[in-house]
């Protein structure tokens, strides 16, 4: 079974704070993605990376960062967070050739 | 930009009634059209998918009829159950390439 961890279920942070947001996968998959859910606007792919070190704006890019040093693990930085951020964010990976995308639990964010 | 508009945002169907969710999208180049069902507090999961040269798919009480000439597609929920209550998402991909569109989502409640 495919698994998609994320660090952490429920985050509080305050406005202008850097806000780390981690996903690991253990599949091998070699892309991953971030989505935030917001109600009524379905799920919006901020940033995905298709290999270690790359990585390709989603619709919704600005406001925030990636990083994918190893291929099993993608950090989504949010580099001074607005209240206009809190979300839940959503991270996902899926195998190259297969089209289904695997979802981690999500991590719903609370921007003060 | 919208490339699929999904509909009803939210339905209330009685236990062993029928749910319909709607989809239109304007790009003609996706070539997988998936439908995820996500759970409160669970990332989204693949239900059922279609690709555009059937028009018919069935999994048990799901089907995903789909109108390539109409540019919709749509989910059928069969004898609806209450544990079937979750999110909904259409999606499409495009041409083997990684990136997913969704939809905004329709919230089902099957009531007893």
């Known amino acids: 079974d495919v698994k998609v961890t994320q660090s952490s279920r429920y985050l509080v942070k305050r406005t202008g704070e850097k806000v780390f947001l981690e996903c690991v996968q253990d599949?091998?998959?070699?892309?991953m993605f971030w989505y935030r859910q917001d109600p009524g606007l379905g799920l919006r792919l901020i940033y995905f990376s298709y290999d270690v070190k790359m990585k390709e704006k989603g619709d919704i890019p600005e406001g925030y960062s990636v990083s994918r040093e190893k291929k099993e693990r993608f950090s989504l930085i949010l580099e001074s967070a607005s209240t206009n951020q809190t979300s839940m964010y959503l991270c996902?990976?899926?195998?190259?050739?297969?089209?289904?995308?695997?979802f981690g639990p999500g991590t719903r964010l609370l921007v003060l | 930009q919208q490339q699929v508009k999904q509909s009803p945002q939210s339905l209330i169907v009685q236990k062993g009634g029928i749910s319909i969710i709607n989809c239109a999208y304007e790009n003609t180049a996706f070539d997988y059209f998936p439908w995820y069902q996500q759970f409160p507090g669970k990332g989204p999961a693949l239900l059922i998918a279609i690709r555009p040269d059937v028009s018919e798919k069935k999994e048990g009480r799901f089907t995903i009829s789909f109108n390539k000439s109409a540019k919709q597609f749509s989910l059928h929920i069969m004898d609806s159950q209450p544990g079937d209550s979750a999110t909904y998402f259409c999606?499409?991909?495009?041409?083997?390439?990684?990136?997913?569109?969704f939809g905004t989502g329709t919230k089902l409640q099957v009531i007893p």
């Open positions: 996902a990976s899926s195998k190259t050739g297969q089209e289904t995308q695997y």
């Open positions: 599949m091998d998959h070699e892309n």
């Open positions: 999606a499409m991909n495009s041409g083997g390439y990684q990136k997913v569109t």
